[in-house]
């Protein structure tokens, strides 16, 4: 999922960002996703990923960051209340059983299919500010999928330029 998350956004020309690019063992990781959401635009969160571990505990990281996202658009000063977010699950309404406080939000769902997330990735970043026509142009003529690009396990530093983007502001 987050290959094609990438993809998508890197094919129209916004830069992903990751907490996983910010490679300093002196920050706590907090502090790296509250830096990215301060500095960031647009944020596409996928809380599909909340399968329980061997503990019978949840994972969750991605609703958790979802959390200050929504703050800094709400209690943020005039650019930070200029943040959009598109917030992905599995499928409709599944949220609802574990963090039911984010009902109102429209949660698209995947399917947990990377292609399926793909489009609204896409619909997001063309829906940016009309000064971005460029960008709109170039979202509309890229590939509609990441499958040309081989499978990877590569590091989100390593990935994001094979998609065609670039890290850094």
Known sequence: MRDALVF????????????LEVNNGGTTRIDKI????RDCRW????????ELNA??????????????FLDAH?????????KSCLV??????RFQ???SDVAGQDIVPHGDQPDRAIAPSRRCAIGSPPSCGNKRRACRAAPRSPRALPRSKATF?????RCGGRLGN
Request: hydrophobic letters at 40%; glycine letters at 6%; a positive charge.
């Open 55 to 68: 503990q019978g505990l949840p994972r969750f990281n991605m609703p958790l960051e979802l959390g200050p």
């Open 157 to 161: 530093r390593k990935f994001v330029p």
């Open 8 to 19: 998508a956004v890197s094919v129209c020309r916004l830069r992903p960002h990751c907490v």
């Open 88 to 93: 992905l699950d599995r499928e409709p309404f």
């Open 34 to 37: 509250v830096t990215l959401i």
């Open 74 to 82: 709400r209690f943020g000063d005039a650019s930070q209340r200029e």
């Open 97 to 99: 059983t574990f963090i």
């Open 43 to 50: 944020g596409i969160h996928d809380i599909s990923r909340t």
